[in-house]
């Protein structure tokens, strides 16, 4: 074997390997984040309903005291349709 073909063979690998970035930080870049009028108009949509109660408590006592007097009634197709929905027909 001869020892000056394998100092240039090694010669060849030393120049292919890949060097470092002298200064890596003078590249760095931040990642950012940007969004759109339709998704800042989404986040205030979720957060209303989120801050909105579940249960309507002045709309239900309304209705109890409409039935405890008599006075609350249901027209024939408004049930006729709620029954349509709740059976997907």
């Known amino acids: 074997m001869r020892i000056d073909a394998m100092n240039q063979v ?3 690998y030393s ?3 890949t060097k470092k970035a002298a200064n890596s930080n003078a590249l760095s870049f931040a990642d ?3 969004l759109s009028q339709a998704g800042k108009a989404l ?8 801050a909105a109660p579940e249960v309507r408590e002045d709309r239900i ?3 109890k005291a409409a039935m405890e007097n008599g006075t609350w009634s249901v027209s024939d197709n408004d049930l006729a349709d709620k029954l349509l929905d709740s059976f997907d027909i």
């Open 10 to 12: 090694s010669q060849i």
């Open 61 to 63: 006592a309304q209705i």
């Open 32 to 34: 950012t984040l940007e």
């Open 43 to 50: 986040q205030v949509a979720k957060a209303a309903v989120a």
């Open 15 to 17: 120049a292919n390997r």
